[in-house]
Nanobody, 124 residues
Framework: QLQASGGGLVQAGDSLRLSCAAS????????MGWFRQAPGKEREFVAV????????YYAGSVKGRFTISRDNAKNTVYLQMNSLKPEDTAVYYCAADPRAYRGNHHRETEYDYWGQGTQVTVSS
């Protein structure tokens, strides 16, 4: 129900845009998040967009470089990643959940639906 795409191999300083296409019961009312997992590390929160896109939150490590947005007509969420760094290398996952009112958007346990992940590799 969540299909992530757009990953690839880029150089430091480059940009990349990830997409996450939602289907089935996942609607525009769901909060949609991006998480990432680097080799040997736990999965971590990257960004979340809530409701129609008016509310967004970011991890401190990506704030100012990454932008999350959503196109409700296409039921798709995007993660625009600029000024990429080698430490951004990870598998990126999109996630969805209908309970935006619960808060704790940074916790992966708050999300019921997960995509398959897309690899982002940033070379120095």
């Amino acid at each position: 129900q969540l299909q992530a795409s757009g990953g690839g191999l880029v150089q430091a300083g480059d940009s990349l845009r990830l997409s996450c296409a939602a289907s089935g019961r996942i609607s525009s009312s769901y909060r949609m998040g991006w998480f990432r997992q680097a080799p040997g590390k736990e999965r971590e929160f990257v960004a979340v967009v809530i409701w129609s896109g008016d509310i967004t939150y970011y991890a401190g490590s990506v704030k100012g470089r990454f932008t999350i947005s959503r196109d409700n007509a296409k039921n798709t969420v995007y993660l625009q990643m600029n000024s990429l760094k080698p430490e951004d290398t990870a598998v990126y996952y999109c996630a969805a959940d209908p309970r935006a009112y619960r808060g704790n958007h940074h916790r992966e346990t708050e999300y019921d639906y997960w995509g398959q992940g897309t690899q982002v590799t940033v070379s120095s």
